[in-house]
T-cell receptor, first 114, second 112 residues
Framework: NAGVMQNPRHLVRRRGQEARLRCSPM?????VYWYRQLPEEGLKFMVY????????ESGMPKERFSAEFPKEGPSILRIQQVVRGDSAAYFC????????????FGQGTRLTVV | GNSVTQMEGPVTLSEEAFLTINCTYT??????LFWYVQYPGEGLQLLLK?????DKGSNKGFEATYRKETTSFHLEKGSVQVSDSAVYFC???????????FGKGTHLIIQP
């Protein structure tokens, strides 16, 4: 049973470009969470999705960031017109239910904006 | 809102030393509490958890007890190894839709 798969592991984008981060949850998991980890910081919740629905996006910046979890395929975190401050590690977690059940994390995507 | 405070790092210890990493929380209701570990270049792995007051979570020699009266969930290990060197995150879940609330992490360095 493969774990949570994120790709790419490393992503370099120039300012103004778009970044697409992918997350395939564990088999049987329909809940996906995205977190951002800035240098020397803990993880900050961004968004919680279930299949085809955004449940809570209270941690998402209001502009340039969007997320989806389609019926088929991975969850996508999309950052438009990236800026240097977007440089961070982005982690995806999945669970069977809400996070009172165990959440499994992917290895993260490290985004560098140059 | 929910918050987690854990001791600042880095924490540097010699092999076989006793480890305590403090964690306190603020939350409404009755959260579940977690410790996650992040090895260099890796994602987070669940180390242990406790879902109600006085529960003790344990794994790989690590332990933490859910103390509601002191709102704490301190991580302990009796004898650390070099391989325990990692960043440790304390977290809570209120069971709602806003995911886990994490502390800032404590970098643990174990010297041989």
């Amino acid at each position: 049973n493969a774990g949570v798969m994120q790709n790419p592991r490393h992503l370099v984008r120039r300012r103004g470009q778009e970044a697409r981060l992918r997350c395939s949850p564990m088999k049987g998991h329909s809940h996906v969470y995205w977190y951002r980890q800035l240098p020397e910081e803990g993880l900050k919740f961004m968004v919680y999705l279930q299949k085809e629905n955004i449940i809570d996006e209270s941690g998402m910046p209001k502009e340039r960031f969007s997320a989806e979890f389609p019926k088929e395929g991975p969850s996508i975190l999309r950052i438009q017109q990236v800026v240097r401050g977007d440089s961070a590690a982005y982690f995806c977690a999945s669970s069977r239910g809400t996070l009172d059940t165990e959440a499994f994390f992917g290895q993260g995507t490290r985004l560098t904006v140059v | 809102g929910n918050s987690v405070t854990q001791m600042e790092g880095p924490v540097t210890l010699s092999e076989e030393a006793f480890l305590t990493i403090n964690c306190t929380y603020t939350a409404t209701g009755y959260p579940s509490l977690f410790w996650y570990v992040q090895y260099p270049g890796e994602g987070l792995q669940l180390l242990l958890k406790a879902t109600k007051a006085d529960d003790k979570g344990s794994n790989k020699g690590f332990e933490a007890t859910y103390r509601k009266e002191t709102t704490s969930f301190h991580l302990e290990k009796g004898s650390v190894q070099v391989s325990d060197s990692a960043v440790y995150f304390c977290a809570l879940s209120g069971g709602g839709a806003d995911g886990l609330t994490f502390g800032k992490g404590t970098h643990l360095i174990i010297q041989p």
